[in-house]
């Protein structure tokens, strides 16, 4: 039997029904049939979705200043949103990071937006430091309440967590009316930490990580097991890793016994931090480390008609963030591996990635097999991977599946 409801009610078109009945959990504004105005709900309140036909879809955060005008957050009529019922979902999340993680908790995505059913929110720890990235005003409504249950749920476990920091630079929030800020968020009978920097170890590899300044939330989780894989094919071969950043792969294909890495990014700054990263790691030794734009690299190193790496690694940043701009990205993805290919030797293995959602698989594999062609090479694929499960793709989502790794030798 159904709860009574009392949450106000939002009818989608025909066409929004097909879409949530698929098991997508946007509503967008051209779907909307009738909405609830501001006398009977205010913006980012819960709305109970129903069809023409008045059947009931979901419940979900209505932003009236965004394009996904409703997220859906839950299916049963019966749920009630309560503490519980958040608590509940913290539980749940967290319980998938264990099973799935291979002990390595430590430092993990946490909650991955609709994937988990927190539409809008990321929450990613490192070791005693969580950050969390608010991208939906629903979720901003709810976060004092919902952050402290999410330390709440770790401490139960006996997981040390010393604070929260927001990252919400980010332009997204706007689209939802919200502005951009990042700091520490206040938590219960805890002080605020004295430092934004902590110390991760993942795959054996220790990383200094500043969550206030780093990358996205501070540190790249979603490769963690590419990475793995990389240093297990890594020994004994001369490595470039290309668009290094604080150096992760090249530090993994180090301690997985290469021969020697080098490691380049654009950004002096990243450069630092790799090398910092290196000498903490104790693989200084193994490795050299240089300023460099890899667009301009790869042609410089195939003029000189020598192949001095036989493992190349491409992870670039994401070269689209729209549909609009992904011909001008897949020709910086065919440029870049059609370099490397030709730079390895006949057996050199080749890593290359894509992290953007607008370059599908399909489309990418498509590059690649162009890219070979060219350079005059077959591939042998060793491996096809995706991001870490800490990660989870949802395949009613799309948006969830993003990262695209392959492992090939060249033929």
């Known amino acids: 039997m159904k709860a009574a409801r009392d949450y106000p009610i939002l009818t989608v078109t025909a066409k929004g029904t097909r879409w949530l009945e698929s098991g997508h959990p946007w509503v967008y504004d051209s779907d909307v049939a009738r909405e609830p105005d501001e ?3 205010e913006n980012g309140a819960l709305v ?8 009931y879809l979901g419940t979900g955060f209505l932003s009236r200043l965004s394009r996904l005008r409703v997220r859906i957050v839950s299916r049963n009529a019966n749920d009630r949103f309560d503490e519980n019922f958040w608590r509940r979902r913290v539980r749940y999340a967290w319980d998938y990071r264990k099973a799935v993680m291979d002990g390595q908790t ?3 995505r946490l909650i991955f937006g609709e994937a988990d059913a927190f539409p809008g929110l990321t929450a990613d720890r490192f070791e005693n430091l969580l950050v969390t990235q608010t991208l939906s005003l629903g979720m901003e409504k709810i976060k004092d309440m919902l952050f402290p249950l999410i330390v709440e749920v770790l401490e139960q476990d006996g997981e040390r967590i010393d604070g929260l920091f927001e990252r919400n630079d980010v332009a997204l929030r706007e689209k939802e009316g919200l502005t951009q800020n990042k700091g520490w968020f206040p938590l219960p009978s805890k002080k605020t930490p004295e430092s934004p920097i902590t110390e991760i170890c993942e795959n054996g590899v220790f990383y200094r990580v500043d969550v206030e300044n780093g990358q996205k939330t501070g540190f790249f989780l979603d490769q963690k097991f590419n990475r793995l894989a990389v240093a297990h094919l890594a ?3 001369r490595v470039l890793d290309c668009f290094t950043h604080t150096g992760s792969f090249a530090l993994n294909a180090a301690k997985g016994g290469a021969e020697h890495v080098t490691a380049v990014d654009v950004s002096e700054s990243a450069i630092e931090m790799a090398r910092a990263n290196a000498a903490r790691n104790g693989l200084t030794d193994k490795m050299d480390f240089l300023a ?10 195939e003029a000189v008609h020598e192949k001095p790496y036989d493992f190349i690694i491409l992870d670039p940043p994401a070269f689209t963030k729209s549909r609009r701009t992904a011909n001008n990205a897949e020709k910086g993805y065919k440029e870049i591996n059609l370099r490397a290919m030709r730079l390895l030797p006949r057996g050199g293995y080749l890593a290359t990635a894509s992290c953007s959602h607008f370059m599908p698989a399909e489309r990418f594999e498509r590059m690649l097999r162009s890219a070979a062609a060219d350079a005059g090479v077959e591939l042998r694929q060793i491996e096809a991977r995706t991001q870490s499960c800490d990660h989870p793709i949802l395949w009613n989502v799309p948006e969830t ?7 090939f030798q060249i033929v």
Do not use: H, M, N, T
Request: aromatic share 12%; hydrophobic share 30%; glycine share 8%.
């Open 39 to 41: 006398s009977e709900c």
């Open 48 to 55: 109970d979705v129903v069809s023409e036909k008045g059947k």
């Open 106 to 108: 430590g430092c993990c």
């Open 235 to 237: 020994r004994g071969k």
């Open 292 to 301: 460099a734009d890899v667009f301009d690299l790869l042609p410089q190193i």
């Open 401 to 407: 599946d993003y990262l695209k790794f392959y492992l």
